[in-house]
């Protein structure tokens, strides 16, 4: 396998933007990725968890279809020139779709966790069943322009969709949101409210990531970056552009140290519920989550998508009905301009982006586009 390799390389043209091995580099401490108890997670233990969840939605005439799903193991890289990094990491997922049998009603819940013992299926299924129930028989509302309120998992899938624009290469060819008109990039500028705080930092306890860069391609760039090390770093502060992420070859052609690509994203929050955040919404609509969400125009960051499980129209500072679920046209962009209240910070799952997991805060805002009406429940 190895002379063919030698073979294959020896056809293969020069690439031109190759940067070489990296040397030896300093990590400094290693986050508390791996929980030794998440390791030992029994098939017992995954049975009993399961059962936390379909018994009790069984005994309200609703079925459970979900997931559960716990991993352990190791990323290592290294080279020939005694570069060496290695990561040991566990986690657990789970995630339930709530249906009443009577087809009216759906609620959804997701925990992803390193450490197994933050974990509760049963707690996380009496929210689903509990959405599932509201959710029944839901009224349809005029599409249009509402204050909405985006549980944490609502606001990640939205906020997660800016990430790819932090790549200073395609921002510097005028391919991304970040690209300014005329040349450059929009660092040291500001774009959204100025509450807004999205950093990345490899020894968070609530989110830690192995704290070294595991490729060298992927959404953020290539250029060479396995094994660079990670840092503690802004992205946004202030609601200001702070950094941008530098691959190995395109920080040599712009003279600035190379910037790997982070393994979890954190957005600072507030202390409002999302209870205190519907006690103070006159007229607005609570979304659980977002779901098919698709591109309309990168530079400006539109999206469309779908709301599902569990929407709600909201009166007088209370949940007042179910309402059938909406199509959106909105940008991450123009959100975070219309921010009214940011909640209280919670782990979610990144869905892939980036590894690791996400802390996104639920949040409040204005004049939240719905285009149109969906039967799908």
Do not use: C
């Not at 396998?1 to 294959?8: G, K, P, Q, S």
């Not at 921010?339 to 996400?358: C, H, I, Q, Y």
């Amino acid at each position: 396998m190895v002379r063919r390799a030698e073979e294959l390389a020896q056809l293969a043209p020069e690439n031109p933007e190759f940067m070489g091995l990296l040397d030896p580099q300093n990590y400094g401490a290693e986050p508390k990725t791996f929980i030794e108890s998440t390791a030992k997670i029994t098939p017992e233990y995954r049975a009993q968890a399961a059962a936390n969840s379909i018994d009790p939605a069984s005994k309200k005439d609703i079925t459970a279809a979900g997931f559960l799903e716990d991993s352990r193991g190791f990323s290592s890289v290294m080279n020939s020139k005694g570069m060496f990094a290695y990561n040991q990491s566990t986690s657990v997922d789970f995630t339930v779709t709530m249906r009443t049998n009577d087809g009216t009603g759906s609620g959804w819940v997701a925990r992803n966790f390193n450490d197994v013992s933050k974990l509760n299926t049963a707690q996380a299924s009496a929210i689903a069943i509990d959405k599932a129930l509201q959710s029944r028989n839901a009224k349809a509302i005029e599409p249009g322009k509402y204050t909405v309120i985006l549980e944490p998992n609502a606001a990640s899938d939205l906020i997660g969709l800016m990430f790819q624009g932090f790549n200073a290469r395609t921002a510097d060819e005028g391919r991304s949101y970040m690209s300014k008109k005329g040349g450059g990039t929009k660092l040291g500028e500001k774009i959204v409210d100025e509450r807004v705080h999205i950093y990345t930092d490899p020894w968070n306890e609530e989110v830690p990531v192995g704290n070294w860069s595991g490729g060298g391609g992927g959404r953020f760039g290539g250029g060479g970056g396995g094994g660079q090390p990670r840092k503690k770093m802004d992205l946004i502060k202030d609601g200001i552009v702070s950094n941008l992420i530098y691959d190995r070859y395109w920080a040599s052609q712009k003279n600035v140290e190379s910037v790997p690509n982070p393994g979890n994203r954190i957005m600072a929050g507030g202390t409002a519920s999302i209870e205190d955040m519907i006690k103070d919404t006159k007229k607005g609509v609570l979304v659980t989550r977002f779901w098919y969400i698709r591109a309309v125009d990168p530079q400006t960051l539109l999206y469309t998508g779908l709301t599902r499980d569990g929407t709600f129209y909201i009166e007088n500072g209370k949940i007042k009905h179910p309402v059938k679920n909406f199509r959106f046209n909105e940008s991450p962009l123009i959100m975070l301009n219309n921010l009214e209240t940011l909640g209280k910070p919670m782990r979610v799952d990144s869905g892939g982006f980036g590894g690791g997991a996400s802390l996104i805060p639920a949040m409040k805002i204005r004049d939240f586009t719905f285009s149109s009406l969906s039967d799908a429940v």
